[in-house]
C-alpha cells in the first residue's frame, strides 16, 4: 500500500462523540486526501492536502474538518460523529494534484 | 466540470474470455485518465494511467486500457480473464489543469470459472 498507514483500521463509536482518524505516508507526497466509500455512491472526496497546513474542502466536507501540522500526517475529525458517518475512510497520497494517487488500507467506522 | 461514467455495474465474464470494463469521461484540458481495482476489504490498488503518447496503455495483471480521444473512452480490457479479477474496477479522471481527481461509480467484474 505504498507506505500508506491508517489507524485505527476499525472503530466503534457513538452518536455525539469526537473522532479522529489518521493517516500516515513515509513517501513524502506533496498532497494527501480523505475519502469516503458507500454503497451506491462510490468514492467522495472529503478534504484534501496540498501541503503543510494547506488544506481545502471536497465534495463531502460538512461535518468534517481536517489538520496537516507535518508532510507525513493527516488527520480527519468528527467533532460530533453522526450515523450517516458511518462508511470507510479511504487516505491517498499524490506527489501532486492530478498525479497518480495511492491508497492506504481503509479505516471502518460505524457510528451507533 | 470533470465526470467520468462507468455505464455498467456489473460485468460477468467467462474464465479464459476477453474483458472489457468501460469508461467514458468529460474533462476540461487534457486528460489523465487511471484504472483503479478494488479487493474486498482492501483499499484501491493503481492498475494503470494515461497521461500522454500512446493510446494503448499496459498495466500490471495483464491489464491494458485504450484512450480514444475522440469518443472520450478509457476502456479497460484483457485479453484472457481469470477467476482472481473478479473484484470491483474504478476508472478516474483528472487534468492538465492539476484538478483533483473524479471517480466513476465502479463496475464490479465477475469471472466466473
Known amino acids: 500500500d505504498a507506505g500508506i498507514t491508517q489507524s485505527p483500521r476499525h472503530k466503534v463509536t457513538e452518536t455525539g462523540t469526537p473522532v479522529t482518524l489518521r493517516c500516515h505516508q513515509t513517501?513524502?507526497?506533496?498532497?494527501m486526501y480523505w475519502y469516503r466509500q458507500d454503497p451506491g455512491h462510490g468514492l467522495r472526496l472529503i478534504h484534501y492536502?496540498?501541503?503543510?497546513?494547506?488544506?481545502d474542502k471536497g465534495e463531502v466536507s460538512d461535518g468534517y474538518s481536517v489538520s496537516r501540522s507535518k508532510t507525513e500526517d493527516f488527520l480527519l475529525t468528527l467533532e460530533s460523529a453522526t450515523s450517516s458517518q458511518t462508511s470507510v475512510y479511504f487516505c491517498?497520497?499524490?506527489?501532486?494534484?492530478?498525479?497518480?494517487?495511492?491508497f492506504g488500507p481503509g479505516t471502518r467506522l460505524l457510528v451507533l | 466540470a470533470q465526470s467520468v461514467a462507468q455505464p455498467e455495474d456489473q460485468v460477468n465474464v467467462a474464465e479464459g474470455n476477453p474483458l472489457t470494463v468501460k469508461c467514458t469521461y468529460s474533462?476540461?484540458?487534457?486528460?489523465?485518465l487511471f484504472w483503479y481495482v478494488q479487493y474486498p476489504n482492501r483499499g484501491l490498488q493503481f492498475l494503470l494511467k494515461?497521461?500522454?503518447?500512446?493510446?494503448l496503455v499496459k498495466g500490471s495483471y495483464g491489464f491494458e486500457a485504450e484512450f480514444n480521444k475522440s469518443q472520450t473512452s478509457f476502456h479497460l480490457k484483457k485479453p484472457s480473464a481469470l477467476v482472481s479479477d473478479s473484484a470491483l474496477y474504478f476508472c478516474?479522471?483528472?487534468?492538465?489543469?492539476?484538478?483533483?481527481?473524479?471517480f466513476g461509480p465502479g463496475t464490479r467484474l465477475s469471472v466466473l470459472p
Open positions: 478516474a479522471v483528472s487534468s492538465d489543469y492539476g484538478q483533483n481527481f473524479v
Open positions: 491517498a497520497i499524490s506527489e501532486w494534484g492530478g498525479e497518480t494517487q495511492y
Open positions: 513517501e513524502n507526497h506533496r498532497y
Open positions: 494515461y497521461i500522454t503518447g500512446d493510446n
Open positions: 474533462v476540461s484540458g487534457n486528460p489523465y
Open positions: 492536502s496540498y501541503g503543510v497546513k494547506d488544506t
